[in-house]
């Protein structure tokens, strides 16, 4: 049983065009998160939500819009898409934040290629 | 600003013992992280220090230096399935964690 599942894996998209990641996670935890990690392998974080609340936004741009109807699930919208955006974009879940040993477990990540 | 250094590759014998140095600059400290990261897979938590010390786990251990900034994974009797990336990461005094590039660590028979 999956812990932290994302859909799709993989998306091959042209530029202008609209797109949705989903992401749900089966641990109980509080507070879910979207990173991005490019071609360098650096892994930033996007958005983190605590209990359907957002806590952390750093800078995207705001064609990247984040929700979460539930605890549970955290899915991510991204209009108007462009060729920067092509990466690997992981969501996680960790049971709180604000914690030292905050321990995320990650989904197995979406790949998506803007053409 | 706030930084993490570790190597961007790193080669070792199938048998071996390896060393990831991870070195960091951050606004606070609440506690360094290892992750492991296969090719086309998800990083997975191999360890977490927050006091200075060895913390031992089966083949693998992490060290931490909190005065130097300073961390390091070793991985001792080195499998082929060992091969993969290493991510090291601080969490910062407002609990956010600041990661590396990771140390791509290869394997050879």
């Known amino acids: 049983d999956t812990a932290v599942s994302q859909t799709p894996k993989y998306l091959v998209t042209q530029m202008g065009n609209d797109k949705s990641i989903k992401c749900e996670q089966n641990?109980?935890?509080?507070?879910m998160y979207w990173y991005k990690q490019d071609s360098k392998k650096f892994l930033k974080i996007m958005f983190s939500?605590?209990?359907?609340?957002?806590?952390i936004n750093e800078t995207v741009p705001n064609r990247f819009s984040p929700k979460s109807p539930d605890k549970a699930h955290l899915n991510l919208h991204i209009n108007s898409l462009e060729l920067g955006d092509s990466a690997v974009y992981f969501c996680?879940?960790?049971?709180?934040?604000?914690?030292?040993?905050?321990?995320?477990?990650f989904g197995a990540g979406s790949r998506l290629t803007v053409l | 600003g706030q930084n993490i250094d570790q190597p961007t590759e790193m080669t070792a014998t199938e048998g071996a013992i390896v060393q990831i140095n991870c070195t960091y600059q951050?606004?606070?400290?609440?506690?360094l992280f290892w992750y492991q990261q296969h090719a086309g897979e998800a990083p997975t938590f191999l360890s977490y220090?927050?006091l200075d010390g060895l913390e031992e786990k089966g083949r693998f251990s992490s060290f931490l230096s909190r005065s130097k900034g300073y961390s390091y994974l070793l991985l001792k009797e080195l499998q082929m399935k060992d091969s993969a990336s290493y991510l090291c990461?601080?969490?910062?005094?407002?609990?956010?964690?600041?990661w590396g590039a990771g140390t791509k660590l290869i394997i050879k028979p």
């Open positions: 641990l109980g935890h509080d507070t």
């Open positions: 939500y605590n209990n359907k609340e957002l806590i």
């Open positions: 996680a879940s960790s049971q709180e934040q604000g914690t030292g040993a905050n321990v995320l477990t």
């Open positions: 951050t606004s606070g400290f609440n506690g």
């Open positions: 220090n927050v």
């Open positions: 990461a601080v969490m910062d005094s407002n609990y956010q964690l600041i």
